[in-house]
């Protein structure tokens, strides 16, 4: 069974900093680009950051720019974004999502929502003092 399961959400005071991770099961993340996305209720889900499967190309949402990294250890299957700066505008639940498309260039486009194939239950970051 193809898996992604989010973990490292929780509370933290603005300032902080959490590290989530996504780690697949059932498959390899090898061959797979990996984005992160983030939901707060009553919105659509907007894409964070994503990353390619060589993890080269990589990107960022205008608002994390600075303040998130994107990283993958495809020995581990998992890939990592860390934060860094919380504010209370970052609370959200946050999903990783994997698919076999390439990003190219170094600073590629992250391919919204519809084009993500596996997604995982998403974990609860809540920043608030």
């Known amino acids: 069974q193809l898996q992604l399961v989010e973990s490292g959400g929780g509370l933290v005071q603005p300032g902080g900093s959490l590290r989530l991770a996504c780690e697949a099961s059932g498959f390899t993340l090898d061959y797979y680009s990996v984005g992160w996305f983030r939901q707060t209720p009553g919105k659509e889900r907007e894409v964070v950051s994503c990353?390619?499967?060589?993890?080269?190309?990589?990107n960022y949402a205008d608002s994390v720019r600075g303040r998130f990294t994107i990283s993958r250890d495809n020995a581990k299957n998992t890939v990592y974004l860390q934060m860094n700066g919380l504010k209370p505008e970052d609370t959200a639940v946050y999903y990783c999502?994997?698919?076999?498309?390439?990003?190219?260039?170094?600073?590629?486009?992250?391919?919204?929502?519809?084009?993500?194939?596996?997604w995982g239950q998403g974990t609860q970051v809540t920043v608030s003092s």
């Open positions: 990353i390619n499967n060589n993890g080269v190309s990589l």
């Open positions: 999502a994997a698919s076999t498309f390439a990003l190219l260039g170094p600073f590629p486009m992250c391919p919204t929502e519809s084009e993500w194939r596996y």
